[in-house]
Nanobody
Framework: QVQLVESGGGLVQAGGSLRLSCAAS????????MGWYRQAPGKQRELVAT???????RYADSVKGRYTISRDNAKNTVYLQMNSLKPEDTAVYYC????????????WGQGTQVTVSS
């Protein structure tokens, strides 16, 4: 079992920055890819960014150049640095982790609210 706990959300003005953190606990030795997703009211959950255990990253087109995902494997923590925030970035942001096992298991955090005011 893996537990994920996000922190760092809040209210920020357009153009501002926030940094989200997601700390993993439990069977952290099994964690492979990690990532961030978001879900705005009335919309489906969408991928924001992912990072492999080796540090390869992938971003949604809507956040490229503004967001940076990183991870500290020693601390079992993944980060999302969000710059130049826009009102359309407002959503609940969820941390996600896959196990690097033959049968990949997926875990989710409880989510953290990010609100960007115009």
């Amino acid at each position: 079992q893996v537990q994920l706990v996000e922190s760092g959300g809040g209210l920020v003005q357009a153009g501002g920055s926030l940094r989200l953190s997601c700390a993993a606990s439990g069977s952290t030795f099994s964690i492979g890819d990690m990532g961030w997703y978001r879900q705005a009211p009335g919309k489906q959950r969408e991928l924001v960014a992912t990072i492999s255990s080796g540090g390869s990253t992938r971003y949604a087109d809507s956040v490229k150049g503004r967001y940076t995902i990183s991870r500290d494997n020693a601390k079992n923590t993944v980060y999302l640095q969000m710059n130049s925030l826009k009102p359309e970035d407002t959503a609940v942001y969820y941390c996600n982790a896959y196990t690097a096992t033959i049968v990949r298991l997926q875990y989710w955090g409880q989510g953290t609210q990010v609100t960007v005011s115009s």
